[in-house]
């Protein structure tokens, strides 16, 4: 089979459904077909009714569906034998991260995280450079009035996991991946949470930090507040390699047209392990490791405060009433 003639499917046909498909027809690609409950598709694609009836007909899937969803469609396609590209963040709970575990164990495919920042230019080249690193820090920055818009599904932590697998995941792969983190654990895990407001029923502001045992401390975190655009808070400490640094290639990640390099590296990438069909174990178990993180930040974090967000939201909410 030739890489062109590889069979795929796209599970959603939102915003970034949409990407997927575009960047696979380009690929050249065999494009089976899509999942979708949208009535409004009209562009020459088979529409499937479910995942079931997909995955007997393609050999590898895309998943760009709400969070919540991610690990259950996956963890289908993984036991269907199929190459799987899901966008951040793989799983929302430490249940459905031992089910991953121990499925892919069973049923290893390649499988695929959608952490666009890996393939951005800019900071390919600052990976390249960086040497010594003591100190790497990036705080995800967009408002939840921009992240939410037409998806109100990321406002409620059930459905999107929060701030941490929101915008917060993506900070995490940056800084672990900038320092090469190969699916080691954190040392002294802190973790912090604050400003919750009415908008959503979880903290808009939070961060990560904890030390590997190769010496670099990371820290990460995503902030939501407002209706703020996309920024990368990104700072180095290290003996070579720095950030901003003007001799480093465009498009930086803020930069326009930067998303379209992106995802074309990230569905490159993913067409060619998908027709390799080799297990990519080490860059698994680091995504894996990754979301163990956030899964250990968010329930540390919530200890700090009161007993769960929803008591939080409730006590806000009271504020207002009696006001």
Same mark, same amino acid.
């Given at each position: 089979?030739?890489?062109?003639?590889?069979?795929?499917?796209?599970?959603?046909?939102?915003?970034?459904?949409?990407?997927?498909?575009?960047?696979?027809?380009?690929?050249?690609?065999?494009?089976?077909?899509?999942?979708?409950?949208?009535?409004?598709?009209?562009?020459?694609?088979?529409?499937?009714? @479910?995942?079931?009836?997909?995955?007997?007909?393609?050999?590898?899937?895309?998943?760009?569906?709400?969070?919540?969803?991610?690990?259950?469609?996956?963890?289908?396609?993984?036991? +269907?034998?199929?190459?799987?590209? /899901?966008?951040?963040?793989?799983?929302?709970?430490?249940?459905? $991260?031992?089910? %991953?575990?121990?499925?892919?164990?069973?049923?290893?495919?390649?499988?695929?995280?959608?952490?666009?920042?890996?393939?951005?230019?800019?900071?390919?080249?600052?990976?390249?450079?960086?040497?010594?690193?003591?100190?790497?820090?990036?705080?995800?920055?967009?408002?939840?009035?921009?992240?939410?818009?037409?998806?109100?599904?990321?406002?409620?932590? @059930?459905?999107? +996991?929060?701030?941490?697998?929101? %915008?917060?995941?993506?900070?995490?792969?940056? /800084?672990?991946? $900038?320092?090469?983190? &190969?699916?080691?654990?954190?040392?002294?895990?802190?973790?912090?949470?604050?400003?919750?407001?009415? @908008?959503?029923?979880?903290?808009?502001?939070?961060?990560?930090?904890?030390? $590997?045992?190769?010496?670099? &401390?990371?820290?990460?975190?995503?902030?939501?507040?407002?209706?703020?655009?996309?920024?990368?808070?990104?700072?180095?400490?290290?003996?070579?390699?720095?950030?901003?640094?003007?001799?480093?290639?465009?498009?930086?990640?803020?930069?326009?047209?930067?998303?379209?390099?992106?995802? &074309?590296?990230?569905?490159?990438?993913?067409?060619?392990?998908?027709?390799?069909?080799?297990?990519?174990?080490?860059?698994?178990?680091?995504?894996?490791?990754?979301?163990?993180?956030?899964? &250990?930040?968010?329930?540390?974090?919530?200890?700090?405060?009161?007993?769960?967000?929803?008591?939080?939201?409730? @006590?806000?909410?009271?504020?207002?009433?009696?006001?």
């Amino acid at each position: 089979m030739k890489p062109q003639g590889l069979r795929v499917g796209v599970v959603g046909f939102g915003e970034a459904g949409q990407i997927h498909v575009r960047h696979l027809q380009r690929a050249g690609v065999e494009m089976v077909g899509i999942v979708t409950r949208r009535p409004d598709i009209n562009r020459g694609l088979r529409i499937y009714p @479910s995942l079931s009836a997909l995955l007997p007909d393609v050999d590898a899937i895309t998943i760009a569906v709400p969070n919540y969803l991610h690990a259950p469609i996956c963890l289908e396609a993984m036991r +269907g034998g199929k190459a799987v590209l /899901v966008e951040k963040p793989l799983c929302l709970t430490a249940t459905e $991260l031992i089910q %991953l575990e121990e499925t892919y164990r069973l049923s290893p495919v390649p499988l695929k995280v959608g952490f666009r920042l890996r393939w951005n230019p800019s900071l390919q080249t600052l990976r390249m450079r960086l040497h010594g690193a003591r100190r790497v820090r990036c705080i995800y920055r967009l408002g939840i009035e921009k992240l939410a818009a037409g998806k109100e599904w990321t406002r409620h932590q @059930s459905e999107s +996991g929060g701030a941490f697998f929101t %915008l917060g995941i993506h900070a995490l792969d940056l /800084v672990r991946w $900038l320092v090469d983190a &190969q699916g080691k654990p954190l040392s002294h895990l802190r973790a912090h949470a604050a400003t919750l407001d009415t @908008s959503s029923d979880f903290p808009l502001e939070v961060s990560l930090s904890g030390n $590997l045992s190769s010496g670099p &401390q990371i820290v990460a975190g995503a902030d939501l507040r407002g209706d703020g655009p996309f920024r990368l808070d990104l700072q180095v400490q290290a003996e070579k390699g720095q950030y901003p640094d003007s001799s480093l290639p465009s498009p930086g990640p803020e930069e326009e047209h930067a998303a379209e390099f992106e995802y &074309q590296g990230l569905i490159t990438d993913f067409i060619q392990a998908a027709f390799r069909g080799e297990p990519n174990f080490g860059e698994v178990f680091e995504f894996f490791q990754s979301h163990r993180d956030l899964i &250990q930040a968010r329930e540390v974090a919530a200890s700090r405060g009161q007993s769960s967000w929803t008591d939080m939201r409730k @006590s806000i909410q009271s504020l207002f009433i009696n006001a």
